[in-house]
């Protein structure tokens, strides 16, 4: 996608000329003099970015900084004026309420950092997520036991989980099960304390780690017939 030359004004030093940018283009989007670069651009190229940021970091115990925070509701803010160009004619307060954000934006020392490594930083978190979310959807690897047999991680916990001898154990007392139960395998875990245990899966030594919490919900998934070995 071409940026249009109005992006690379986003500089502490350019804010009054940025503001004159914008509300030119504005108005020359208005009167059907070009077309509307500034809504394509913001909403298929920032907000995305930006929304999705926020997802990931806007949670309880990781609270986003407060220029980071300025800089999406910047981001927003210009899209929402973009995203009314073609129904409403009377925008210009919009524009002022662009300039007052971003007068706030730029006492921010680290705003021009954050405006110019922000994309690439959300870029890479988004590559990641589609990766994981790819790999969550695909079943579990098969591990190889010393037997020769093969089984997942879901079958163990399964079987354990709904097992005349650990039926009525509550899933905080199966965990050290499914720990000894991958050792006897011969998954190699290591010892656990109150946190993911490791476990070979595979004859080249590489480990995967299986968390407490992903435990505790396949073992309610079979034991409320959710879940079938």
């Not at 909403?43 to 997802?55: D, F, K, S, V």
């Not at 009377?90 to 006492?107: E, G, P, V």
């Not at 097992?163 to 998954?187: A, I």
Request: charged share 30%; net charge positive.
């Amino acid at each position: 996608m071409q940026v249009p030359s109005w992006v690379t004004l986003f500089d502490t030093g350019e804010k009054e000329h940025l503001i004159e940018v914008l509300r030119d283009e504005l108005k020359a989007v208005q009167a059907g003099f070009i077309k509307p670069s500034l809504h394509i651009t913001i909403r298929e190229m920032l907000l995305p970015l930006i929304h999705a940021y926020l997802l990931d970091f806007d949670k309880p115990g990781k609270p986003v900084s407060e220029s980071v925070r300025l800089a999406a509701e910047l981001y927003f803010l210009a899209a929402d004026v973009a995203d009314k160009i073609e129904r409403c004619r009377a925008i210009t307060y919009h524009i002022d309420s662009l300039t007052s954000l971003w007068d706030q934006f730029i006492k921010h020392g680290s705003a021009y950092r954050i405006y110019h490594d922000l994309p690439n930083e959300i870029s890479a978190k988004q590559v990641r997520s589609k990766k994981q979310s790819e790999r969550a959807k695909k079943p579990r690897r098969l591990l190889e036991c010393d037997d020769g047999s093969v089984t997942n991680t879901n079958q163990i916990i399964g079987k354990i989980a709904i097992s005349n001898e650990h039926k009525s154990k509550s899933p905080k007392e199966l965990w050290l099960v499914f720990f000894h139960e991958l050792d006897r395998l011969g998954f190699g875990p290591k010892e656990p304390k109150n946190s993911p245990i490791r476990y070979i899966y595979d004859r080249n030594g590489v480990s995967e780690e299986y968390k407490y919490s992903s435990f505790q919900k396949v073992v309610s998934l079979y034991r409320t017939g959710k879940k079938l070995l």
